[in-house]
């Protein structure tokens, strides 16, 4: 079983920036890739980023030069670095995580950009 702890949400004006952090726990050995998707209200889920165990990471075009994702793997925790924030940025982020071959969740923290 494995669990997440996300934080770092919350309310900012456009322009500004928030970091998302989601801290996995349980029966972890390795986390083989960790992402962000995000759902804003009407709206499919989507991708927003990924990095993989050795680092590679990948982003949709919509929030390339904005957004940063990073991996600390002694922690088992992946963050997000949002900067340059819209209004269209606002929606719940969920972190994901692969685990021993197995897609994991967390629950959200949403993000809400508005003046």
């Known amino acids: 079983q494995v669990q997440f702890v996300e934080s770092g949400g919350g309310l900012v004006q456009p322009g500004g920036s928030l970091r998302l952090s989601c801290a996995a726990s349980g029966s972890i050995l390795s986390i083989d890739a960790m992402a962000w998707y995000r759902q804003a209200p009407g709206k499919e889920r989507e991708f927003v980023a990924s990095?993989?165990?050795?680092?590679?990471?990948s982003y949709a075009d919509s929030v390339k030069g904005r957004f940063t994702i990073s991996r600390d793997n002694a922690k088992n925790t992946v963050y997000l670095q949002m900067n340059s924030l819209k209004p269209e940025d606002t929606a719940v982020y969920y972190c994901?995580?692969?685990?021993?071959?197995?897609?994991?969740w967390g629950r959200g923290t949403q993000v809400t950009v508005s003046s």
């Open positions: 990095i993989i165990r050795a680092g590679s990471t």
């Open positions: 994901a995580m692969v685990v021993g071959g197995l897609n994991y």
